[in-house]
């Protein structure tokens, strides 16, 4: 390091030719930035504040001392969340001064908790607590999948291995149904946004009874965007009973917690998702025996209840048989009371002439006309002597 | 955009329900054959169904105006 001669000029030794607070923090700044480039530095985190701009400002400390720290945007985006307060992290920083503030600080690129995977770890911890706080990790609202879906919604990349499983196991098992497929990428830049996208997509899909969203294996970097709080809750808001399938076996996404049934892989989830056409066989097979069976029941409990009728209705005919008979006689007897015959028997005789009309006038009686006289036991020949007239 | 295909679920559901009728209530003669020719046709759609199904795979797209359409899936 060159020392004093960095400030390039011979510092003011009077207060003639003194400096302005600009200029001493500009060739502080500048001394500074020249004399350290980048350096990593270990501490603990505290005072952490995130400004809306995105920017994040805190300070690191140890026992002896502590500096102002600044990490923009543009850097602390590519971690899964804040450190948390009193956290010990490894920082890569570029010291330099804030000229308006006259403050030295570390622009921090890149943030390390000490202990493996720490931010994310308490990043997903807090993801969690907020869903917990808001009911939507409670087991009371899990749903039951539906018996045999017809129309399953899938969100996942269009071209992944995921998909490719679930239209092999579901094909297999159960091809009666319909996948449709809500493409979004599952991992970098913008998956977070599409996954929430095409989730609310889902609910406005027609006649669909079920989802699922998921992603084959991969890092636990690759696998972030299911630990993502928004995607949680685009999870949480499918209106639908919904599986969350993230192929990894040890760890748990949020989305599986909030989702109605958690997956290890795309193919478990499409094994969930549908029944097995196989059963499905077996218990028509059983169906078909018990209709059978149920059939023949009815057939003899007919048979059964025809025997009872039959007596009845034997019983029945036998009654109107003799209300018969008996209004047969009482015609007969009404039609044996209106024959001529008995009216013969009588004392009467009925007059007809040779072609056997019966001559019913005395006009009918010509002179002379032969005809016949019939009696109950037979007929009399006989003639016309004249008229009474 | 095309309805679902017929309902095995709805197939099977009215077969139980005339296997239930005609394993425990004692129905007239006639309407027992009618329930039954209805079962028998019910066991051989859902049959159909699952032999003779073919998985339908759609792709979903929002257009631009919010419409929504689907098409097939090159598989």
Same mark, same amino acid.
């Given at each position: 390091?060159?020392?004093?001669?960095?400030?390039?000029?011979?510092?003011?030794?009077?207060?003639?030719?003194?400096?302005?607070?600009?200029?001493?923090?500009?060739?502080?700044?500048?001394?500074?930035?020249?004399?350290?480039?980048?350096?990593?530095?270990?501490?603990?985190?505290?005072? *952490?504040? %995130?400004?809306?701009?995105?920017?994040?400002?805190?300070?690191?400390?140890?026992?002896?001392?502590?500096?102002?720290?600044? !990490?923009?945007?543009?850097?602390?985006?590519?971690?899964?969340?804040?450190?948390?307060?009193?956290?010990?992290?490894?920082?890569?920083?570029?010291?330099?001064?804030?000229?308006?503030?006259?403050?030295?600080?570390?622009?921090?690129?890149?943030?390390?908790?000490?202990?493996?995977?720490?931010?994310?770890?308490?990043?997903?911890?807090?993801?969690?607590?907020?869903?917990?706080?808001?009911?939507?990790?409670?087991?009371?609202?899990?749903?039951?999948?539906?018996?045999?879906?017809?129309?399953?919604?899938?969100?996942?990349?269009?071209?992944?291995?995921?998909?490719?499983? !679930?239209?092999?196991?579901?094909?297999?098992?159960?091809?009666?149904?319909?996948?449709?497929?809500?493409?979004?990428?599952?991992?970098?830049?913008?998956?977070?946004?599409?996954?929430?996208?095409?989730?609310?997509?889902?609910?406005?899909?027609?006649?669909?009874?079920?989802?699922?969203?998921?992603?084959?294996?991969?890092?636990?970097?690759?696998?972030? @965007? *299911?630990?993502?709080?928004?995607?949680?809750?685009?999870? %949480?808001?499918?209106?639908?009973?919904?599986?969350?399938?993230?192929?990894?076996?040890?760890?748990?996404?949020?989305?599986?917690?909030?989702?109605?049934?958690?997956?290890?892989?795309?193919?478990?989830?499409?094994? @969930?998702?549908?029944?097995?056409?196989?059963?499905?066989?077996?218990?028509?097979?059983?169906?078909?025996?018990?209709?059978?069976?149920?059939?023949?029941?009815?057939?003899?409990?007919?048979?059964?209840?025809?025997?009872?009728?039959?007596?009845?209705?034997?019983?029945?005919?036998? !009654?109107?048989?003799?209300?018969?008979?008996?209004?047969?006689?009482?015609?007969?007897?009404?039609?044996? %009371?209106?024959?001529?015959?008995?009216?013969?028997?009588?004392?009467?005789?009925?007059?007809?002439?040779?072609?056997?009309?019966?001559?019913?006038?005395?006009?009918?009686?010509?002179?002379?006309?032969?005809?016949?006289?019939?009696?109950?036991?037979?007929?009399?020949?006989?003639? /016309?002597?004249?008229?009474?007239? | 955009?095309?309805?679902?295909?017929?309902?095995?679920?709805?197939?099977?559901?009215?077969?139980?329900?005339?296997?239930?009728?005609?394993?425990?209530?004692?129905?007239?003669?006639?309407?027992?054959?009618?329930? *039954?020719?209805?079962?028998?046709?019910?066991?051989?759609? %859902?049959?159909?169904?699952?032999?003779?199904?073919?998985? /339908?795979?759609?792709?979903?797209?929002?257009?631009?105006?919010?419409?929504?359409?689907?098409?097939?899936?090159?598989?």
């Amino acid at each position: 390091m060159g020392g004093l001669d960095l400030f390039g000029t011979v510092p003011p030794a009077s207060a003639e030719g003194a400096w302005s607070v600009a200029d001493v923090t500009r060739r502080a700044r500048q001394l500074i930035e020249a004399g350290f480039t980048h350096i990593w530095v270990r501490g603990e985190v505290t005072g *952490f504040k %995130a400004y809306r701009s995105g920017h994040w400002y805190f300070s690191l400390r140890d026992a002896q001392a502590q500096v102002r720290c600044v !990490m923009w945007r543009s850097d602390n985006q590519r971690l899964p969340g804040p450190p948390e307060e009193g956290m010990a992290v490894f920082v890569e920083a570029r010291p330099s001064v804030w000229e308006e503030r006259g403050e030295f600080r570390l622009a921090i690129k890149q943030l390390l908790p000490t202990a493996e995977d720490g931010l994310w770890q308490l990043q997903l911890e807090r993801a969690r607590a907020a869903l917990e706080r808001d009911g939507l990790l409670d087991p009371a609202r899990k749903r039951a999948l539906p018996g045999y879906p017809r129309r399953i919604a899938v969100v996942t990349s269009p071209d992944g291995a995921a998909l490719r499983d !679930m239209v092999s196991v579901v094909g297999r098992r159960w091809p009666l149904v319909e996948l449709w497929v809500v493409p979004s990428k599952v991992q970098g830049e913008g998956a977070e946004e599409e996954l929430c996208a095409a989730l609310a997509l889902v609910n406005r899909l027609p006649e669909v009874d079920l989802a699922i969203v998921g992603r084959g294996g991969g890092s636990r970097e690759d696998l972030w @965007a *299911f630990n993502s709080e928004r995607v949680a809750r685009a999870v %949480a808001d499918v209106s639908v009973p919904i599986i969350s399938a993230v192929g990894h076996e040890t760890d748990v996404a949020l989305t599986d917690l909030v989702a109605d049934v958690r997956a290890p892989t795309p193919s478990a989830a499409a094994e @969930a998702a549908v029944p097995d056409r196989s059963a499905a066989l077996d218990a028509l097979a059983a169906l078909s025996r018990r209709l059978a069976r149920g059939l023949s029941r009815q057939a003899e409990v007919g048979h059964e209840r025809l025997e009872r009728t039959a007596d009845r209705l034997s019983g029945s005919v036998q !009654m109107q048989l003799e209300r018969r008979e008996n209004r047969l006689e009482r015609l007969a007897a009404t039609l044996d %009371a209106l024959s001529p015959l008995k009216v013969l028997e009588r004392g009467y005789a009925v007059a007809r002439d040779e072609t056997g009309r019966v001559l019913k006038r005395a006009a009918a009686f010509t002179p002379d006309l032969a005809f016949r006289l019939g009696f109950a036991d037979g007929d009399v020949r006989a003639r /016309t002597l004249g008229s009474d007239e | 955009m095309s309805d679902p295909k017929p309902s095995f679920r709805e197939e099977l559901e009215r077969l139980e329900a005339i296997v239930r009728a005609l394993e425990d209530t004692d129905i007239d003669l006639d309407r027992a054959l009618g329930l *039954f020719e209805e079962g028998v046709r019910s066991l051989k759609t %859902a049959r159909e169904l699952l032999r003779d199904s073919e998985l /339908t795979v759609k792709r979903v797209l929002e257009e631009s105006d919010g419409a929504i359409r689907t098409d097939d899936l090159d598989r």
